[in-house]
């Protein structure tokens, strides 16, 4: 089984920043992609940002030149600093990691979420 536990949200003022981070653990051979969704009340789950092993990131339209995605593969963690946000920012961020396990099984894991609140 795979863990994923993510930390670094909370309340910030518009024009704040803020760091997400997502560590991995468990039964883990090896982490392809990882990327941070964001889901808002009433909306569906958006894509924020997604990084491959190799360090190769897409970002959605609404944060690029604002937020910057980045991982530690020796610690299978992901991050996401978040600069400049913005009220509509404000949601529900969720890590996802494609992962294979040590059985040579790849499976989808997602992280309980953590709140971002952009208000001020």
């Known amino acids: 089984q795979v863990q994923l536990v993510e930390s670094g949200g909370g309340l910030v003022q518009p024009g704040g920043s803020l760091r997400l981070s997502c560590a991995a653990s468990g039964s883990i051979f090896s982490i392809n992609a990882m990327g941070w969704y964001r889901q808002a009340p009433g909306k569906q789950r958006e894509l924020v940002a997604a990084i491959t092993s190799g360090g190769s990131t897409n970002y959605a339209d609404s944060v690029k030149g604002r937020f910057t995605i980045s991982r530690d593969n020796a610690k299978n963690t992901v991050y996401l600093q978040m600069n400049s946000l913005k009220p509509e920012d404000t949601a529900v961020y969720y890590c996802?990691?494609?992962?294979?396990?040590?059985?040579?099984?790849?499976?989808?894991?997602w992280g309980q979420g953590t709140q971002v609140t952009v208000s001020s």
């Open positions: 996802n990691a494609d992962v294979m396990g040590v059985s040579m099984v790849p499976n989808d894991y």
